[in-house]
DNA sequence: TCAAAATAGAACATAATCTATCAATCCCGG
DNA sequence: CCGGGATTGATAGATTATGTTCTATTTTGA
């Protein structure tokens, strides 16, 4: 395997990992440790990664992301599961839109090694696919949101006019059986809009945990969405309203509740002998 | 699993459990708790927990700590002491276009802290100083370039073209006191040349590095730039013959060589042992 | 208040990893 | 077919991380 093309992988190994240590990447590419780490040094110049003691991290890996609060953390089930459902509607060589907000960029890192024309208006979505060989990333600029780290301005809504997309993927904040999904100002509605407008087919992106709020700007009804995933925390009562609306909602499947795991990865490597 | 994985972790566990006692992460991690206290004193010195007697909490109360005092990131000294005189030539309230590159990149760091607009095509500047609260960042949108990460694309160009800037700050890979600054595409010396354009006043910010080479497609001579900042590794005669071209060379001090900082700490502290 | 228990901190030994260096191998052009 | 440069693998010495032990400090209970 040529150098360049085992490191492009190394990095995007990582960056599905969520972190390696050298010993695993020597391994799986079938090179000297010392190799690895030579590998690791040039893709963190080339600031695709940080690496740690050990092995290496990807760049977006830093806890100043997890200080959500606990109920965010659960969310994160929820997302995942929302996320695998989405990643099998997408077929290759397609092109597709992907909404600002962290439920699509759980869906972008799934993306990392399809084959996809991917625009976005979300930064970390951007630099996130930029890491990818397979994935041609494009980004409709316009000023940054800080809050978002999305592009949302009016030139944002005027790149995005030419595009025909074959799906649209809107993740929302807030939606509702009656009201559709809403936002919180008219940028943003104007953005999601035309998204929509863009795309051959629109997939709403729905935590449970926002159903039953609503913001000034309407973006769209739920029937306006070829399809509507949600998680299985979403009540019974919201389920059908939300169908009766015209929806087609498909509910994922959640691994189980927000147990987190306990962990028997204990170290086996041990050595037996050595000690009094 | 890799110890800097494992702090994160272990950060997400409490702020998940809302603190955890040393034992319990001893046992969860399958570390001793001597090294569960040392990652928890790390974890406390990035502020992301604190520490307490028997354990540790999460700290739910700051939103806004400390911001990134990241003295550790080793970068070149030539960037920083260019950077150092670029930002001195930068008002207050002015709107700047910054190229896409890791000279520019320094520079953006030394600008969290001002009051500005600032357009650019790089995606990592964009969400640097997305961060801060007093810049308005603008991004000229496009096509994602894997490799310098920044958007490269005819509309990015189509972007900049009503843009009126006061100052353009321009970071080459490939310079020449004859041909001035060049690049390896034409799409990257459109942006260039655009920014060049659209702004009142144009810096060049020149590694001496890579002094003395030149690509396919020619952006502007040195003499088009206000100014050209270089560091003072560049050769006499290489300066000698970019200001007969004409350009207005201004050369950074460096701090110094190699500096020795020797972390000695550990073995005075080894000589104080006593035993019983 | 004092004494016992629990926990924090320092020091050291050990194990793991990193860096620098050199030799072997592979690739490519002449 | 040969030679130069780049890449790779192996080794030794330096650095870092971890676990254990011992001592100092804090907490708890009477």
Not at 10 to 34: H, N
Not at 107 to 134: C, H, M
Request: glycine residues 6%; proline residues 4%.
């Amino acid at each position: 395997m040529l150098p360049a093309r085992r490191r492009s992988e190394m990095a995007l190994f990582i960056q599905q990992q969520g972190g390696t240590d050298t010993e695993t990447l020597a391994r799986r590419f079938a090179i000297s440790v010392m190799t690895a780490r030579r590998d690791l040094k040039i893709l963190e110049q080339q600031n695709f990664l940080k690496v740690t003691w050990g092995g290496a991290v990807p760049l977006n890996f830093r806890p100043h992301d997890v200080p959500y609060a606990s109920k965010a953390v659960a969310m994160l089930e929820a997302k995942k599961s929302i996320t695998a459902m989405a990643v099998d509607m997408i077929k290759d060589d397609s092109c597709i839109l992907l909404d600002a907000g962290t439920t699509t960029l759980e869906l972008a890192k799934r993306l990392l090694d399809r084959r996809l024309t991917v625009i976005t208006t979300d930064l970390q979505i951007a630099l996130l696919l930029a890491a990818s060989a397979t994935v041609s990333v494009h980004l409709a600029g316009g000023r940054v949101d800080p809050v978002s780290r999305a592009c949302s301005d009016v030139s944002t809504v005027d790149y995005l006019t030419p595009v025909c997309a074959t799906q649209a993927f809107i993740g929302t904040n807030v939606w509702d059986a009656e009201r559709g999904v809403t936002t919180s100002s008219a940028v943003k509605m104007q953005i999601k809009s035309r998204m929509i407008a863009c795309a051959e087919q629109s997939i709403l992106l729905a935590d449970s945990s926002k159903y039953g709020t609503f913001s000034p700007w309407a973006v769209a009804g739920l029937r306006d969405f070829a399809c509507v995933l949600t998680d299985s925390n979403l009540p019974d009562a919201a389920r059908e309203a939300a169908e009766q609306s015209g929806a087609t909602l498909r509910v994922a499947e959640m691994p189980s509740a927000g147990v987190p795991r306990s962990g028997n990865r204990r170290r086996e490597a041990r050595k037996a002998g050595g000690k009094a």
